[in-house]
């Protein structure tokens, strides 16, 4: 069956950087792609860009172009979503979700951003 | 961007009674190939979203046959036919025509009376 597993909750100091994973197994890697999703606390849900785990294109919300990256390793079947210059407003749950009609959902990475 | 304008915000419910949430789109969620991406989602509480509903009226798998969703153009509707204690939980309209961005609506939470 389809799992999206992400790593474990990070704690960061504001202006860092944080790189969230995202492991992919029971499907065809290369034939989808995978969103990143983030819900602040006791907040709806807001899309923040894509990657093409086939070719390596991403789309990134213009919210956070200029700080987020997207990346994936085809070897290990894995998405890495690092945002950078982290301040405490980016302190959320982040997922990683399989395809546009989000399909299936990883557990979340709570990302805790504290000084 | 489209907005997503979901109604109720709070919907306290009677175990074994029907619950409906409306959903509302800035424009029409028909895309160019006839098909309408309009999805549903639940979050039970300290869970991820699980998909219920795609395309408006599809059902996912495991998905109860109480959940039903229906709607064309702007104007959509979850029905719970009967809630059950499981039920509980915030759920998401999303539209996945217009992209980017991926847009949901506010969420409505379902809670028992």
């Known amino acids: 069956q389809v799992q999206l597993v992400q790593s474990g909750a990070e704690v960061k100091k504001p202006g860092a950087s944080v790189k969230v994973s995202c492991r992919t197994s029971?499907?065809?890697?290369?034939?989808?792609?995978i969103h990143w999703l983030r819900q602040a606390p006791g907040q709806g849900l807001e899309w923040m860009g894509w990657i093409g785990c086939s070719s390596g294109d991403t789309n990134y919300t213009q919210k956070f172009h200029d700080r987020v990256t997207m990346t994936r390793d085809t070897s290990i079947n894995t998405v890495y979503m690092e945002l950078s210059r982290l301040t405490s407003d980016d302190t959320a749950m982040y997922y990683c979700?399989?395809?546009?009609?989000?399909?299936?959902w990883g557990q979340g990475t709570l990302v805790t951003v504290s000084s | 961007d489209v907005v997503m304008t979901q109604s109720p915000l709070s919907l306290p419910v009677t175990l074994g009674q029907p619950a409906s949430i409306s959903c509302r789109s800035s424009q029409s969620l028909v895309y160019s190939d006839g098909n309408t991406y309009l999805h549903w989602f639940q979050q039970r509480p300290g869970q991820s979203p699980r998909r219920l509903i795609y395309?408006?009226?599809d059902r996912d798998s495991g998905v109860p046959d109480r959940f039903s969703g229906s709607g064309s153009g702007t104007d959509f509707t979850l029905k719970i036919s009967r809630v059950e204690a499981e039920d509980v939980g915030v759920y998401y309209c999303?539209?996945?025509?217009?992209?980017?961005?991926?847009?949901f609506g506010q969420g409505t939470k379902v809670e028992i009376k």
């Open positions: 395309k408006v009226s």
């Open positions: 979700a399989r395809d546009g009609a989000f399909e299936n």
């Open positions: 029971g499907y065809t890697f290369t034939g989808h792609y």
């Open positions: 999303m539209q996945s025509t217009h992209w980017p961005p991926w847009t």
